[in-house]
């Protein structure tokens, strides 16, 4: 029998039931992983309080990320074979395809062999941060050496993704933090500033770096009130990437300073990377030699065991992380 | 004696004031021209109100359009010499160099020739709405054959302009005005489809329109509460550009929708492609190409002589017209 993280409702994390459930086959397309690792996502959290834009279809599975070895190939799959390393690009239904589980069912277009230098928990917090953060600053945003980005609630896995990433490309991040806790780790995984908004102007502590310019990326998870600052943050013509809902306030679109400066604020998920094929093959590409070379690598915050699948996501919850939160299997 | 239109205080249109004033003489980089026709903005009216992004400077000239001849040069212009059929392209402070006059000063880098075949009141009315519809349509919209553009408050200068820049790139445009009463002359200039939105569910008939796919560019001139429908009514990583202010509503940024699309939101003047010497080549060029072969057309709404400029500007808050209203000098 396979383990596998069922919902028949939402709510709290006591909503996921771990069930006995007989080991599926992979059909046309499909690909059966024994899974090693599990990488927690906060889409996963919205998900289970019926807050995510995908939402359950009950009796629903739940997961994004995994990693582990491939057991058994449906037809008319021939980029992996039984034994590869592998991990999951989130890019399928969770309710059907969720990847809580030690023996799970994934389409073969949505797994990516990862370097072997790479251990499987790094493995499993891979392709939702680095994609996420890659689709939005190089895809999109195009940076460069030089672009100041700044990247708000920086220390969640997308957010050191996005440190990482921007370093590789030679530009300047800028993370900001809520409180004072998370500034060293921000500098130690590459910051070259970091502003901690309880106790600093968002918006003076930005002029102040980029001698008044402002940020010509800001890659935003929070959305609310925190739009105005970062309007006033950004560059005459920036661009600020939406790609969470942290805030649960309305977001403005803050009208006249957009009309001064020509500013662009997008709604971004990693969706729309994974949608269009040559922009995801770019991605992987672009991701799997960075693992390879060193100049990527996943920060991992902390392991639970697979039975403790509830409270890794109040772990999640109770937003202490820094780096990546890991389910071992 | 030249004369001028003066404002020592912002206000309703009594505010602005004709006054006699020595001729004066260009300087390094200037050209003086002897106006022939000045083509009214909405930017003028908010300018005299106080409620534009540049504030008067009193005592504050103000017009950002006129055609004309020009009668002196400054040092240092070559691109121009006396007895040239010029207008202007809004590129310049207001309270400085406004055109609102018979004889003007202006920078020369804000003069442009334009096609004998046009009388001096169209060549009032060529830049403003043809260079903003082109930045936005063209440069960054890049508008093909088959692209849905969604035009609101499309019975304006700029509105006509986008229409027939659709017209020209092969794309549909999609007109939405309030009442019915423009309807007809929506079509007439080439419109493909007209919603009246005090009659017509906006959403409902852009999404039978495009058989469900949305608009990929959304041309709006209102912000305020309308975003949230424009959202709804834009394409999967549509863009909705935002180039005006009527509604004086705070505007929102629709983040679920945004997220779940891709969707942009990008604020955007003309001075954008003014400021960026590349892009007004191109725009330039394009527009008189348009003019030239008549694919480009001015819509002239109706003439004021001078002495009437503030009832033309009542005219222009009135909403009833439908094209550019000119101010005969």
Redesign the interface.
């Known amino acids: 029998m396979a383990r596998i993280v069922k919902l028949t409702e939402v709510g709290d994390s006591s909503v996921l039931k771990l069930v006995d459930e007989p080991v599926e086959e992979p059909k046309e397309g499909e690909v059966r992983i024994r899974v090693q690792a599990i990488g927690l996502n906060r889409a996963e959290v919205l998900f289970r309080q019926g807050r995510y834009?995908e939402k359950p279809i009950f009796p629903a599975r739940i997961g994004y990320e995994a990693s582990g070895v491939v057991e058994a190939l449906g037809s008319a799959v021939s980029e992996f074979k039984v034994g590869d390393k592998v991990s999951t690009i989130p890019s399928f239904k969770m309710s059907k395809y969720g990847v809580y589980g030690d023996q799970v069912v994934v389409p073969a277009s949505s797994l990516a062999h990862y370097p072997d230098s790479l251990t499987p928990e790094e493995g499993a917090s891979i392709w939702m941060q680095y994609l996420t953060a890659y689709g939005a600053l190089v895809e999109y945003g195009n940076i460069g050496p030089g672009d100041y980005v700044l990247i708000t609630a920086a220390s969640s896995s997308v957010g050191f993704a996005a440190i990482q990433i921007c370093l590789e490309k030679g530009a300047i991040p800028i993370a900001s933090t809520r409180g004072s806790a998370k500034k060293q780790t921000l500098l130690d995984a590459g910051a070259k500033h970091v502003i901690v908004t309880n106790d600093e102007d968002l918006v003076d502590r930005v002029m102040s770096i980029t001698d008044k310019k402002g940020c010509r990326i800001i890659f935003d998870a929070i959305?609310g009130d925190i739009?105005n600052q970062l309007a006033q943050a950004a560059a005459y013509?920036g661009t600020i990437f939406?790609?969470g809902?942290l805030s649960l306030a309305?977001?403005?679109?803050?009208?006249?300073?957009?009309?001064?400066?020509?500013?662009?604020?997008?709604?971004?998920?990693l969706?729309?990377i994974t949608s269009d094929p040559a922009a995801k093959d770019r991605g992987k590409k672009y991701v799997y030699e960075g693992l390879k070379s060193g100049k990527l690598k996943p920060v991992i915050d902390k392991v639970f065991p697979f039975d403790q699948i509830a409270q890794s996501q109040d772990y999640m919850e109770s937003n202490q992380q820094t780096g990546k939160i890991i389910v071992k299997v």
């Open positions: 834009l959305a739009v013509q939406e790609y809902a309305a977001t403005p679109f803050p009208l006249m300073l957009a009309l001064d400066k020509g500013l662009t604020i997008r709604g971004y998920t969706f729309q």
